[in-house]
């Protein structure tokens, strides 16, 4: 049986929001009404050195000014700091994830082997420590905790996930390598901490763009082993700039602010948006 619609849409405040996540989030907010749904905005903050709460304020005005509006408070990840922590404990009972002490010079200097859908793959330098010497550096060094793929995706077994208009995937989390669950500057990873906030959340559809799908490998992977449902996926494509790449928060002239401030309708602009009509210049590309 079906659940009741419930999308999300889930700025990061480290920037002013552009129009790329204005796509993102007419997408999630048409498809929640449509269904007679739930849309709800998370706040995803537990990024410590960059999150600013005035991005949270304007993200939030931002989408009230293209008329988007929101069911319930939004929800911010850095209130559910518990809930990852209890997460990332049931894997280490389980001997899925390991304390990683590398950083990124060393990785750097050691790495040989190919790249993944996430970038470099993991050697495994820290994997086949002894268990004192691990537990030796954790008291005394910063580290991460490292997902142990091979072992991981062996008990979790075959895995697919559902894309919207498009059918049944099969995922390939292993392709990813070791990837990190917890980062030694932040309690939860990107993949643990949206996995489990939007189980949290209730979320029936996860509408997000394209350059997320290979992502969902390790986001089903997660869900298998905490017991967590699936969601149905979908990946649009990304808005992309005069110059064919897709816009990032440095770029100024696209911001929502920048747009409000010369004077453009937000309405009438979320309504080209879900119709697929961008202003001159901008372009949907599938990367």
């Keep these: 049986m079906r659940r009741t619609m419930l999308t999300r849409f889930a700025p990061s405040p480290t920037g002013e929001l552009h129009l790329g996540h204005a796509?993102?989030?007419?997408?999630?907010?048409?498809?929640?009404?449509?269904?007679?749904?739930?849309?709800?905005?998370?706040?995803?903050?537990?990024?410590?050195?960059?999150?600013?709460?005035?991005?949270?304020?304007?993200?939030?005005?931002?989408?009230?000014?293209?008329?988007?509006?929101?069911?319930?408070?939004?929800?911010?990840?850095?209130?559910?700091?518990?809930?990852?922590?209890?997460?990332?404990?049931?894997?280490?009972?389980?001997?899925?994830?390991?304390?990683?002490?590398?950083?990124?010079?060393?990785?750097?200097?050691?790495?040989?082997?190919?790249?993944?859908?996430?970038?470099a793959i993991y050697p495994g330098t820290c994997r086949t420590l002894p268990p004192a010497t691990r537990e030796k550096r954790l008291v005394a060094e910063p580290h991460c905790w490292r997902l142990d793929m091979a072992r991981a995706a062996a008990e979790a077994g075959k895995l697919v996930w559902e894309e919207a208009g498009q059918g049944i995937c099969t995922a390939d989390p292993q392709a990813h390598g070791d990837i990190v669950l917890a980062r030694k500057d932040a309690p939860a990873s990107y993949h643990l901490a949206s996995t489990l906030d939007d189980a949290a959340m209730g979320v029936s559809q996860v509408i997000r763009g394209a350059d997320l799908v290979a992502s969902t490998d390790v986001h089903r992977l997660l869900q298998a082993l905490l017991g967590l449902a699936t969601p149905i996926y979908h990946h649009h494509a990304l808005v992309c700039g005069a110059d064919g790449k897709r816009l990032a928060k440095r770029d100024a002239a696209a911001s929502l602010a920048a747009l409000r401030a010369a004077g453009v309708n937000g309405a009438a602009l979320a309504a080209d948006l879900a119709a697929a009509r961008l202003p001159a210049g901008y372009s949907l590309q599938m990367p």
């Design 23 to 119: 796509y993102s989030a007419v997408l999630a907010h048409a498809a929640a009404r449509a269904a007679g749904g739930t849309f709800r905005i998370r706040i995803d903050d537990i990024d410590g050195s960059r999150s600013r709460e005035t991005y949270v304020d304007a993200s939030l005005a931002d989408l009230a000014w293209l008329g988007i509006d929101w069911d319930g408070d939004p929800v911010r990840q850095s209130d559910r700091l518990g809930d990852y922590g209890a997460a990332l404990e049931n894997l280490r009972a389980r001997g899925l994830v390991y304390p990683c002490f590398c950083t990124r010079a060393d990785i750097a200097a050691s790495l040989s082997a190919p790249h993944g859908p996430s970038g």
